[in-house]
């Protein structure tokens, strides 16, 4: 038996129930990723004076190290669907004293922004919950300009993710599987799939990298996986559909899962992801 697929609605919610916890841990948050976003700046063909948009921000990354790479000359405009985490972009680019950063709220399915608007875009780990995916591509492909190019990351399969092996899979263990196709960290899991999809938008040029990237998280086993769910939409989500009386033994199971990583000092997670880039 699987649950249904969850709507557009439950799904903002979760995102936007996860915004004050990961704005809070942004910085933290921004080292675990760092090579990850390395790889899609490096993907996105970023350079000074690039007109660049990233799609579902969060609380700043990539956004902030392409508005880093595209200088002198160029601008980064971040977007995300939850308003909650564009004042913590803007926060934090002017900590970094960054003025080539706007944001601006907006739905990935329907971007409010004329065609051929930007010379990179951006998706990191945000392609794989919007609700039509599909859809949402078609338009990041209606804004890219002719010459420019969109870089993505979504996660490989669970089982070559640690870090979702300690969080997905112990809250998989107390509930029924979603249906097939349902907005979740592994929609595009299967090698080939967004390229498939992308190719359906009208990118051409479509290439696939599968890479293993170091995804640590400095602190103790407890602080690993209570940051791990509460920084997660769909993670939050999932412990609320499980029975609050089996919470303790959740949180334990999550514990043990986390333990074999840690070193002393920091949980030594890696993070298997495809990037996936294509032309206008």
């Known amino acids: 038996?699987?649950?249904?697929?969850?709507?557009?609605?439950?799904?903002?919610?979760?995102?936007?129930?996860a915004a004050a916890d990961r704005n809070r841990l942004a910085a933290k948050g921004a080292i675990q990723g760092k090579a990850m976003t390395d790889s899609i700046l490096r993907a996105s063909r970023a350079r000074p004076g690039m007109r660049a948009l990233d799609v579902a921000c969060g609380s700043g990354e990539p956004a902030l190290a392409l508005a880093q790479a595209v200088l002198p000359g160029g601008t980064v405009l971040a977007s995300d669907l939850v308003p909650d985490y564009l004042d913590a972009v803007l926060k934090s680019a002017q900590e970094l004293g960054l003025t080539n950063v706007t944001v601006?709220?907006?739905?990935?399915?329907?971007?409010?922004?004329?065609d051929a608007s930007f010379?990179?875009?951006t998706c990191r780990l945000g392609v794989m919950f919007m609700a039509d995916a599909e859809q949402a591509l078609k338009e990041i492909h209606r804004v890219l300009a002719p010459s420019g190019r969109a870089a993505f990351v979504v996660w490989q399969a669970l089982e070559k993710?640690?870090?979702?092996?300690?969080?997905?899979g112990v809250f998989s263990k107390y509930l029924p599987p979603r249906g097939p196709g349902a907005p979740s960290p592994h929609r595009f899991a299967?090698?080939?799939s967004l390229p498939a999809a992308m190719d359906r938008a009208g990118f051409?040029?479509?290439?696939?990298?599968?890479?293993?990237?170091?995804?640590?998280?400095a602190g103790t086993v407890e602080?690993?996986?209570d940051a791990a769910?509460?920084?997660?939409?769909?993670?939050?989500n999932a412990l609320e559909r499980i029975d609050p009386a089996l919470h303790p033994q959740v949180i334990q199971d999550g514990h043990d899962a986390v333990r074999p990583y840690y070193d002393g000092t920091t949980v030594n997670w890696v993070a298997n992801i495809h990037l996936v880039t294509g032309a206008k």
């Open 204 to 217: 051409h040029d479509v290439e696939e990298d599968s890479l293993e990237l170091p995804w640590p998280w």
């Open 161 to 168: 993710n640690p870090f979702h092996l300690c969080t997905h």
């Open 1 to 17: 038996m699987t649950t249904p697929t969850p709507d557009r609605q439950t799904v903002l919610r979760d995102q936007a129930d």
């Open 229 to 236: 769910w509460r920084r997660q939409g769909s993670f939050r």
């Open 119 to 121: 010379d990179a875009v």
């Open 104 to 114: 601006q709220q907006a739905d990935a399915e329907a971007l409010p922004f004329p």
């Open 190 to 192: 299967e090698p080939g």
């Open 223 to 225: 602080e690993a996986w």
